[in-house]
RNA sequence: GUGCCCAUAGUUUAGUGGUAAAACUUCGGUCUGUGGAUCCGAUGUCGAGAGUUCGAUUCUCUCUGGGCACCCCA
């Protein structure tokens, strides 16, 4: 024997992605079937891109640092940097930008992208992922967050999820900037280094939040942390000094409130420590929380951004939009036992019970493809228990089986696997026989 | 990037300083013009590399991968 010189090459998935084996590409397929479904019923068009970018996309609003080290950044062969899409934001807003005189606004754009970021690993949070990305572009009043914040709903309830599963977080970014800079007179990078403190809020527990804040603020602490403990809206008004009671940010929460609770959507709750992460958010932001005690998790996020479009030398475009992952989704369907289960698309299996049928079988097979079948062949001329077996493994629910009888009489005996039940049909009334069954 | 835990057939798990076992799955055979069965058999360089040792799957280190948290958050 010769020494090998091959290598066996290992079976696993690069670190942090995953594959997507039949049963899991199901799941994802009707993952997004359920959102496009959803944005569509609400106009969203669908657009596209791809994976790669210059990485001066994302440095113009994120800075070196990140594009450093938390995307997949590297240079191509005509020395250009490029950058793996870490999020679908920029990209979109990009396009938008690019060929605004070309469209009439407001535009309704929908994305199943996949992202890349260059990350450790963790629960809820891989390496790559699918987000849904759906925005509206060129609206300023509420109506567009009524819209969106509609249409996350609207997706929430396709999935089966009911509103007592989860509630919807509102905010606004022009009160909280405008508490902490006017009202505590903090500096833009004061304010901004408390706003990551407040966004932390339920990661930590309340004497630590006490301390960071205290720490953080010093003496107008306590006015800010009556201000963010505020169970609901009117208290956190009533905290507010005289004069901003009536300020524009104020008015926008309640009134988006109480819109959404005239078309029926009535858990929208005012959570003051809701901050997200991104800088360009500019007016309301939200979060769909999962209030089951396993996730705790916010599975959609998003917001107005109405300067983030300037970044391409653009007249101001307004913007609100939000991402949810399919990595949160999935967990939330399996806390709730709402993931749909696995139908394999063969409808039918036919069985050749003797090699010469075969033709015929494949024959048969034509036929009921022509009616929008879907139907595989056996081609093991294996024992006819054998062939139904592995239809069944397959979780195929209909059989039919080809030989001398069925050739003869041009009739065949379809068998309903589970029920064991068999029909005795000519190849044109299966269509119809299927039909019936409401597979 | 940091820390903790983990890694044995395809899967779930036993086990030992003297090169491994069970169940299920898969594949092959057995039996039946109609299935989830029976019986027989096959499938592992114990994640990779190095070290300690007469001898390592077992002990040590490094790496890789997985889980969780931190950092960061899209």
């Known amino acids: 024997m010769e020494e090998k010189i091959n290598k066996k090459i290992s079976t696993e998935s690069y670190k942090g992605v995953r594959d997507f084996y039949p049963q899991d590409m199901f799941v994802q397929n009707y993952i997004f079937k359920i959102m496009r479904k959803a944005a569509e019923s609400f106009g969203y068009s669908e657009y596209g891109a791809s994976i790669l970018e210059p990485s001066d996309l994302y440095r113009a609003k994120t800075g070196d640092e990140i594009v450093n080290e938390q995307t997949y950044s590297f240079k191509d062969r ?21 060929k605004k005189r070309e469209f009439s606004f407001p535009l309704r754009w929908y994305s199943i992208p996949n992202l890349f970021r260059y ?70 990078s004061e304010s901004h280094a408390i706003s990551k403190i407040i966004d932390k809020k339920d990661k930590m527990s309340g004497e630590d939040f006490t301390g960071k804040v205290r720490s953080a603020v010093g003496e107008e602490s306590d006015k800010l942390l009556n201000l963010l403990h505020s169970k609901n809206l009117e208290e956190f008004i009533s905290l507010l000094p005289e004069k901003a009671r009536s300020h524009q940010g104020v008015l926008e929460i309640k009134e988006l409130q109480e819109r959404l609770a005239e078309i029926g959507i009535k858990n929208s709750v005012f959570s003051p420590t809701l901050m997200r992460g991104f800088d360009y958010y500019t007016g309301i932001v939200f979060e769909i929380f999962d209030t089951s005690l396993e996730n705790r998790r916010a599975i959609f996020g998003g917001g107005r951004y109405d300067d983030l479009l300037n970044i391409f030398g653009a007249e101001k475009i ?18 709730y036992n709402l993931l749909p289960t696995y139908k394999p698309v063969a409808e039918i299996y036919i069985c050749v019970l003797e090699e010469k049928y075969q033709n015929y079988a494949n024959m048969l097979a034509q036929k009921l493809r022509a009616d929008d079948i879907n139907v595989a062949v056996d081609l093991s001329s294996r024992k006819i228990g054998d062939q139904i077996r592995y239809a069944d493994k397959n979780l ?26 068999e029909s005795k049909l000519k190849a044109v009334e299966i269509a119809e026989f299927l039909k019936s069954l409401g597979s």
Request: with cysteine.
């Open 78 to 98: 005509g020395d250009r940097e490029v950058t793996l899409r870490p999020e679908m934001t920029p990209t979109v807003a990009r396009m938008v930008a690019a």
């Open 396 to 421: 195929i629910p209909l059989v039919v089986c080809v030989g001398e009888n069925e050739v003869k009489n041009e009739e065949f005996k379809v068998k309903n696997l589970k029920s064991g039940q």
């Open 119 to 188: 990350e450790q690993p963790q629960k809820g949070r891989l390496r790559e992922h699918w987000q849904l990305n759906a925005d509206i572009f060129g609206i300023e009043e509420i109506e567009a967050e009524i819209e969106i914040i509609s249409l996350a709903r609207a997706i929430m309830k396709e999935f089966g999820l009911k509103d007592d599963n989860y509630e919807i977080r509102v905010n606004n970014r022009k009160i909280m900037n405008y508490m902490l800079e006017n009202f505590l007179s903090l500096s833009p």
């Open 318 to 335: 307004p913007a609100v939009g939000f991402g949810m992952g399919d990595v949160m989704i999935r967990d939330i369907l399996e806390t």
